[in-house]
């Protein structure tokens, strides 16, 4: 079984500042990792997703992710946020193969400061 | 393609009634699961269905069921309702299922229960 532990239950920072949003994951075999965000009153949507290959993944509005396989971390980061990124952020974690049941994290609140 | 819709939106009920609530998938995508929503537990899985058939299922009682048709609209079913029930109920579809598959979802039903 796997775990999926996200340090920070919320995260202030200014506009244009950088943020880094942790999560960590625990299992006994290789998994796949997700970032969801959900804005208020919404669902989650996929911000991006390691699978294999490359450690480093992108999204297209600007967050990033790398996948530490020595330190079992999943952060995600963005160099300078902005007042839109003002969400819920959620890690979560597939083990691959059929069949699987994902994991999320209790989610970080990302307040971005005008 | 229209979105995961989730029907309905916000629901109040008594404790010990029952509730049934909808989620129709984006069009072509086989694979629906259910989670629930609470500030205390996070996001928690309940279960999956594909083609028809539940194909896992996470660690909740036998008052939560749920079935899927044909056309891959899926039901949730909550008996005997709690006060603890009260939650963000959310749906998620995807083409083959959770895994290397991006899970779409909808806005949720907000269930409160009095």
């Known amino acids: 079984a796997q775990s999926v532990t996200q340090l920070d239950s919320q995260v202030p920072v200014f506009e244009e500042a950088p943020v880094e949003l942790r999560c960590n994951y625990s299992?006994?075999?290789?998994?796949?990792l997700f970032w969801y965000v959900q804005y208020p009153n919404q669902g989650l949507q996929l911000l991006l997703k390691?699978?294999?290959?490359?450690?480093l993944v992108e999204s297209i509005n600007g967050f990033e992710a790398e996948f530490n396989k020595s330190q079992t971390s999943f952060h995600l980061r963005k160099p300078s946020v902005h007042i839109s990124d003002t969400a819920e952020y959620f890690c979560?974690?597939?083990?691959?193969?059929?069949?699987?049941?994902?994991?999320f994290g209790t989610g970080t609140k990302l307040q971005v400061i005008p | 393609k229209a979105g995961v819709t989730q029907t309905p939106r916000y629901l109040i009920k008594t404790r010990g009634q029952q509730v049934t609530l909808s989620c129709s998938p984006i069009s072509g995508h086989r694979s629906v699961s259910w989670y629930q929503q609470t500030p205390g537990q996070g996001l928690q899985f309940l279960f999956e269905y594909f083609s028809e058939t539940q194909r896992n299922k996470g660690n909740f009682p036998g008052r939560f069921s749920g079935r899927q048709f044909s056309n891959s609209r899926s039901e949730m079913n909550v008996s005997t309702l709690e006060l603890g029930d009260s939650a963000l109920y959310l749906c998620?579809?995807?083409?083959?299922?959770?895994?290397?598959?991006?899970?779409?979802f909808g806005p949720g039903t907000r269930l409160t229960v009095l």
């Open positions: 390691y699978l294999s290959g490359s450690t």
């Open positions: 299992s006994s075999v290789s998994v796949y």
């Open positions: 979560a974690a597939v083990p691959p193969g059929g069949y699987q049941k994902v994991t």
């Open positions: 998620a579809s995807s083409p083959e299922g959770v895994g290397t598959d991006t899970q779409y």
